[in-house]
């Protein structure tokens, strides 16, 4: 249900959502119909978090006909997801009062960096390529 959604942010080609509970729980109310509106193209990008590779979450990737990204197995600097969870770690831990809600939370990051992340996925692919699938700056 939408309670999975923790803030989309958009770019002119991409929308990101970071989801506060797991992925599965995420697939069928918001994966499910965002690629059915988008058609035939739409390719879901996660990362080899065992939550997105358990066998239960494939099986209905598959099930659903929803297509998943390849990712290298040791790439995680990919998502830019992961510079979101560290920008909202440190937020929580520079605060005096820390947020109550994931509303809270998500009204505390800043879009333009939300935005970006996302611009940056064409160069952060790039690098990993030309590291041929090692390590890069990000």
């Known amino acids: 249900a939408v309670e999975n959604v923790l803030l989309p942010a958009t770019s002119s080609s991409m929308t990101l959502h970071v989801l506060a509970r ?3 729980t995420a697939i069928g109310p918001l994966v499910r119909p965002y690629a059915s509106a988008v058609g035939p193209g739409f390719l879901l990008m996660q990362d080899n978090a065992r939550p997105h590779v358990a066998g239960v979450c ?11 990204m390849d990712w290298p197995a040791r790439s995680p600097d990919l998502n830019p997801i992961e510079h979101i969870w560290d920008i909202m770690s440190r937020s929580i831990h ?4 820390a947020p109550q809600t994931v509303q809270e939370l998500a009204d505390a990051l800043v879009q ?3 935005r970006h992340l996302i611009r940056s996925m064409p160069r952060r692919c790039r690098e990993v390529i030309q590291a041929r699938g090692g390590h890069t700056h990000y």
């Open 22 to 24: 797991g992925s599965l």
């Open 112 to 114: 333009e960096t939300i």
């Open 58 to 68: 494939q099986q209905f990737l598959q099930d659903e006909g929803i297509d998943a």
């Open 94 to 97: 520079q605060c005096h009062v």
